[in-house]
C-alpha cells in the first residue's frame, strides 16, 4: 500500500510560478506517477507522467513547455514545477501513482488533492 501527500498548491498570479509536492509512503516509491488535475464538473485531466527511474516524461500539451514533472526516488517524492501559470490552470491537482499513462484508471494510488488558483 502506498498513501500519497500533496502540497505546495496555493494562490499565485498570472505568470507567476509554484512547484507541487507528492510525498509517498508505506513503501519504497519507485513506481512511475503522474499529476492530474479537476476543475468542478469536469473530468480529472492528465497533465504530466514520469516513469520510475524518472528517465522518461510525458506532458499535455496545454502545459508543455510551461510544467516540468521530476522526482527524487531516495526522498521519496514526485515534482511538479509549474512556470508561467494561467488563470485556466487553476483546479485541484492530484498526484497519483503505478503508471505515466495519460489514462486516470491505469494508475493504482491517488493523494488527495491540493488547489491550485491562479488569478488575473
Known amino acids: 500500500q502506498v498513501q500519497l501527500v500533496e502540497s505546495g498548491g496555493g494562490l499565485v498570479q498570472a505568470g507567476g510560478s509554484l512547484r507541487l509536492s507528492c510525498a509517498a509512503s508505506?513503501?519504497?516509491?519507485?513506481?512511475?506517477a503522474g499529476w492530474f488535475r479537476q476543475v468542478p464538473g469536469k473530468e480529472r485531466e492528465f497533465v504530466a507522467g514520469?516513469?520510475?527511474?524518472?528517465?522518461?516524461?510525458r506532458y499535455a500539451t496545454s502545459v508543455k513547455g510551461r510544467f516540468t514533472i521530476s522526482r527524487d526516488n531516495a526522498k521519496n517524492t514526485v515534482y511538479l514545477q509549474m512556470n508561467s501559470l494561467k488563470p485556466e490552470d487553476t483546479a485541484v491537482y492530484y498526484c497519483?501513482?503505478?503508471?505515466?499513462?495519460?489514462?486516470?484508471?491505469?494508475?493504482?494510488?491517488w493523494g488527495q488533492g491540493t488547489q491550485v488558483t491562479v488569478s488575473s
Open positions: 497519483a501513482a503505478g503508471s505515466y499513462t495519460e489514462t486516470a484508471k491505469w494508475y493504482d494510488y
Open positions: 508505506g513503501r519504497t516509491f519507485s513506481s512511475s
Open positions: 514520469i516513469s520510475g527511474t524518472g528517465s522518461n516524461t
